[in-house]
């Protein structure tokens, strides 16, 4: 039998588990943590569960006035009306615990139930091949007991950890990374985020929608640097108009406690203080202390290990899957990753790794979901796309919900109007991607698009309109 084992057992490892096992392997998932990962424990779940009270607490502010929702009040009356409705976060983080724990159970038994053993440590390889082919892992075990796994394959799906500046160390109690910030009793009264990617755009928004003051630091002219320009323009704009201190071309230099204080001194000497700090700077790739180099595994200046198309690094019969490889740093690309490295290694049909056709969300209010080719491919001229772009404010749905932000974009190629990419911003909006990326990836046009049936009225109407303008302006001669 085929001895298959999986260092880390977030979505790349857990999935690559399922599918070994399902293809009749001997699998050994080794993790310290639990399974799910970071992914599951620290990150995507926790955050997403924190946003959802977010969404009702923005909906419910942004709302409830223009779609004439009286509420109650006996607050008496002063210049400034108090918020309504108030978040208890301690409540609020705690059933975050307990829902990340809950989906890390559900994980294990998954793996179990698929006939594959779960050992809990850190493991690591063991020098190079041996002559048969396999490899060695060591694994230091709970309770400081090493024990010696042979492998036909390993797979390493080891994730990340937050980076740290040296002058901004956190302390898990005002100044916090963003594995810290479910350990919080209280809302922060004044949050300052530095770092305005999607970890900071999301945590910025969600506290800012709770009820925090929120100031968000970042380096670049715009948040969400990477992300359709247009999309974070909205995305800016409703930052600032729901209060939220955006400080662009501002880069954080330190940060340090002051009693109950914090203060975040800029490159350029200015000082901004808060309550807490959040620093959302990126990530370092969990592959230091495996052995990995020593095993004849490449590791860019990173730290990230490179893999190919189908998950293989350097070394023969070993495999890497996930934020660990600095691919693409998302849940569904760590596990597609994982799924590919055991079904070639198996010899089941695969096809390599496309990332043109994953999609992506930032959940923020409005959510950015895109797919395929961007903006910033057909201005460097990567591709040569026409793009038509669909405010909501023109979709009937979207004004009976009162929904003022937010567009549908879509890229086709000139002539044949096959769809290359898109991105919609608006609520939910992780939701709406997903005929634009069926579309991507199957090679559908504007007008397969266009002449297919959607729901009046609804917000994926006006993905459909997109699709009619742009057919049209390739029948008119237009691109």
Same mark, same amino acid.
């Given at each position: 039998m085929t001895r298959i084992v999986i260092i880390g057992g977030g979505p790349g490892g857990y999935e690559a588990a399922l599918v070994a096992a399902q293809l009749g392997a001997e699998v050994t998932v080794v993790d310290c943590d639990g399974l799910g990962g970071a992914s599951v424990l620290t990150d995507c779940v926790p955050s997403k569960t924190l946003i959802a009270t977010a969404e009702v607490m923005t909906t419910f502010d942004s709302s409830y006035e223009e779609l004439g929702i009286i509420v109650a009040d006996d607050t008496p009356h002063i210049e400034q009306a108090a918020r309504v409705v108030g978040v208890d976060l301690g409540k609020v983080n705690r059933r975050v615990k307990r829902l990340a724990l809950a989906q890390s159970h559900d994980i294990t038994a998954?793996?179990?139930?698929?006939?594959?053993?779960?050992?809990?440590?850190?493991?690591?390889?063991?020098?190079?091949?041996?002559?048969? #082919?396999?490899?060695?892992?060591? *694994?230091?075990?709970?309770?400081?007991?090493?024990?010696?796994?042979?492998?036909?394959?390993? $797979?390493?799906?080891?994730?990340?950890?937050?980076?740290?500046?040296?002058?901004?160390?956190? %302390?898990?109690?005002?100044?916090?990374?963003?594995?810290?910030?479910?350990?919080?009793?209280?809302?922060?009264?004044?949050?300052?985020?530095?770092?305005? #990617?999607?970890? #900071?755009?999301?945590?910025?928004?969600?506290?800012?929608? $709770?009820?925090?003051?929120?100031?968000?630091?970042?380096?670049?002219?715009?948040?969400?640097?990477?992300?359709?320009?247009?999309?974070?323009?909205?995305?800016? %704009?409703?930052?600032?108009?729901?209060?939220?201190? *955006?400080?662009?071309?501002?880069?954080?230099?330190?940060?340090?406690?002051?009693?109950?204080? *914090?203060?975040?001194t800029l490159s350029d000497g200015r000082v901004i203080t #808060?309550?807490?700090?959040?620093?959302? *700077?990126?990530?370092?790739?969990?592959?230091?202390?495996?052995?990995?180099? %020593?095993a004849g595994v490449r590791l860019r200046e990173s730290g990230h290990i490179w893999t190919d198309k189908v998950s293989r690094t350097t070394a023969p019969g070993v495999y890497a899957a996930g934020d660990v490889t600095g691919v693409f740093a998302l849940a569904s690309v760590a596990a597609m990753q994982g799924r590919i490295a055991m079904?070639?290694?198996?010899? %089941?049909?695969v096809a390599p790794l496309n990332l043109k056709t994953v999609s992506s969300n930032v959940f923020t209010d409005p959510e950015i979901a895109t797919v395929g080719y961007t903006q910033a491919d057909v201005d460097g001229g990567k591709i040569d796309a026409r793009a038509v772009k669909l405010p909501l404010l023109r979709n009937p749905r979207a004004k009976m919900q009162g929904i003022r932000d937010g567009f549908v974009k879509i890229f086709c190629r000139p002539g044949t109007g096959i769809v290359v990419g898109g991105v919609v911003v608006a609520p939910r909006a992780s939701e709406l991607i997903h005929p634009i990326s069926i579309a991507v990836d199957n090679n559908l046009t504007v007008e397969q698009i266009a002449n297919a049936f959607t729901v009046y009225p609804s917000l994926s109407g006006s993905i459909a309109e997109v699709a009619r303008q742009l057919h049209t302006r390739k029948e008119n001669g237009h691109g």
């Open positions: 998954s793996v179990t139930r698929a006939g594959a053993r779960v050992m809990r440590g850190r493991g690591r390889l063991e020098g190079m091949q041996a002559l048969d #082919g396999s490899r060695k892992v060591v *694994v230091r075990t709970a309770d400081g007991s090493e024990e010696t796994l042979t492998a036909d394959a390993v $797979l390493i799906a080891t994730g990340g950890h937050p980076r740290e500046l040296p002058d901004a160390q956190p %302390d898990g109690e005002r100044i916090l990374n963003w594995t810290q910030v479910y350990d919080l009793d209280e809302l922060p009264e004044e949050l300052i985020v530095v770092g305005s #990617g999607v970890t #900071g755009a999301e945590f910025a928004g969600a506290y800012q929608a $709770l009820g925090s003051r929120v100031t968000l630091v970042s380096s670049r002219d715009r948040v969400l640097p990477g992300e359709d320009p247009d999309a974070a323009a909205v995305l800016e %704009d409703v930052f600032r108009r729901r209060g939220m201190n *955006v400080m662009g071309r501002s880069r954080a230099q330190s940060a340090k406690r002051v009693g109950d204080r *914090v203060e975040v #808060g309550s807490h700090c959040l620093m959302a *700077v990126g990530a370092v790739p969990n592959s230091a202390g495996m052995g990995l180099e %020593d079904y070639h290694f198996l010899g %089941d049909a």
